[in-house]
């Protein structure tokens, strides 16, 4: 059954067209760089750097950034969301208003006798621990991937200033060989 799931052309078909379309669209990034490398090169011989650099440099974030979110599972992206929701001002106040509300109504429903969590509110505390422990490994998983897209920036950063500091030797090199001949 494995086998004829494989063996299907028209999947087949489909697979091989998809991955076709994306070496496409990354020979096409491919040139773009090459072309933005080729223009921030030139442009630091004649001093016109600033708005190449930012512009590869933008380039080549944007390109990082939407392969992993191409890549995220439905868990990555829930945790992400939750995150964003959960470390939100709107959620910390929205959250301290529903405790207060559960205090207050169960404390006038003391005098009434009709309390569903008594003074220690043993049932609150339930269920702020469970909140508590679901949270905190989602929030986890999410900062990891966090961590993840901090390490893919500082490779980049660091082959960026690799590159400008071999663009500086040599144009140190010809400064210094432009006033060699100068003497």
Not at 58 to 83: A, H, N, P, Y
Not at 151 to 173: M, T
């Amino acid at each position: 059954m494995d086998n004829e799931k494989n063996n299907n052309p028209r999947k087949l078909l489909a697979k091989v067209h998809k991955q076709n379309k994306n070496i496409k669209e990354l020979t096409k990034d491919q040139k773009e760089v090459d072309k933005l490398s080729d223009d921030v090169v030139n442009s630091i011989k004649f001093g016109k750097t600033s708005e190449k650099v930012e512009k590869l440099s933008e380039i080549v974030m944007k390109k990082m950034f939407k392969q992993d979110k191409r890549k995220l599972t439905l868990g990555q992206k829930t945790s992400d969301w939750l995150t964003k929701w959960a470390g939100s001002w709107f959620f910390i106040i929205s959250f301290l208003i529903i405790i207060i509300i559960w205090m207050i109504v169960n404390t006038s429903w003391i005098i009434f006798g009709k309390a569903w969590d008594n003074y220690p509110f043993i049932l609150l505390n339930l269920i702020l621990s469970c909140l508590a422990a679901i949270q905190a490994p989602i929030i986890l998983m999410s900062q990891n991937r966090q961590g993840q897209k901090d390490r893919l920036r500082a490779e980049y950063d660091y082959s960026v200033n690799r590159k400008a500091e071999k663009e500086i030797q040599e144009i140190k090199s010809q400064l210094n060989r432009i006033e060699r001949k100068m003497k």
